[in-house]
Structure formats: structure tokens, C-alpha cells
């Protein structure tokens, strides 16, 4: 498995324990259609969050949110309404949440709402 993978994959473990701990209900780890994949699908009160996860070893190449760009922004507002058809969900709100992970001293920091 490729050093980037498993980076990946533990900052995506880290974001999900940080979530649970704060009393949001998982819905789906790793959804993936056409249009892409998405890292967290989770619900809070009645709210259902996609979040997108970025984990890295340091800041040298700025940090970890700068890297969702719009156009990534845009795939998963896409992914989002695909998700929205495909669950048969009408009347729900959605949000869009970063989580990183900085993986040199084991901090998550949520950005709610995103974009």
C-alpha cells in the first residue's frame, strides 16, 4: 500500500473516532459513485454532512483544506445531490465539512460548513 494510502486511511480513522466522539452518527465511510467518492457521509440532529478528509505530516505545502479546491468543491456538491437521488431523500438539509489531521502532533481541527 502506497505511504500517501495509509496516511490517508489513519487520518480518515482519527477524523471518525473525532466525529463519534462528538456525538455525530456515521452514515457511510468511503461512498463512491461516477461522479467520485467522498471520505464521511454523517448526520448531526437533522443534518447530513459530507466531509471531505485531509491528513498530513506538516504544513510545508500549506495546509491540509487549501487542497480542496472548487473543483473539488463542485465534485462533491455533485456527489452530494447523486447521494440525495440515489437515498430518496427530498426535505434534508446538507453541509459540507473539512476535517484535518495533522498527523506530526495527532490534532483534528473540524471546519464546519466549508463551503
Given at each position: 500500500?502506497?505511504?500517501?494510502?495509509?496516511?490517508?486511511?489513519?487520518?480518515?480513522?482519527?477524523?471518525?473516532n473525532y466525529l463519534k466522539e462528538k456525538g455525530y452518527s456515521?452514515?457511510?465511510?468511503?461512498?463512491?459513485?461516477?461522479?467520485?467518492?467522498?471520505?464521511?457521509?454523517?448526520?448531526?440532529?437533522?443534518?447530513?454532512?459530507?466531509?471531505?478528509?485531509?491528513?498530513?505530516?506538516?504544513?510545508?505545502?500549506?495546509?491540509?483544506?487549501?487542497?480542496?479546491?472548487?473543483?473539488?468543491?463542485?465534485?462533491?456538491?455533485?456527489?452530494?445531490?447523486?447521494?440525495?437521488?440515489?437515498?430518496?431523500?427530498?426535505?434534508?438539509?446538507?453541509?459540507?465539512?473539512?476535517i484535518e489531521v495533522f498527523l506530526n502532533k495527532g490534532k483534528?481541527?473540524?471546519?464546519?460548513?466549508?463551503?
Amino acid at each position: 500500500m502506497h505511504l500517501n494510502r495509509i496516511k490517508g486511511n489513519f487520518g480518515e480513522k482519527m477524523a471518525y473516532n473525532y466525529l463519534k466522539e462528538k456525538g455525530y452518527s456515521i452514515i457511510e465511510t468511503n461512498f463512491k459513485n461516477k461522479i467520485g467518492e467522498v471520505d464521511i457521509i454523517a448526520k448531526k440532529e437533522y443534518i447530513i454532512i459530507f466531509i471531505e478528509v485531509k491528513a498530513r505530516s506538516n504544513i510545508n505545502y500549506g495546509h491540509p483544506f487549501e487542497s480542496v479546491n472548487s473543483k473539488k468543491q463542485d465534485k462533491l456538491r455533485k456527489l452530494a445531490q447523486s447521494y440525495r437521488k440515489i437515498r430518496g431523500l427530498t426535505d434534508v438539509q446538507f453541509r459540507f465539512d473539512i476535517i484535518e489531521v495533522f498527523l506530526n502532533k495527532g490534532k483534528v481541527n473540524h471546519i464546519e460548513n466549508a463551503f
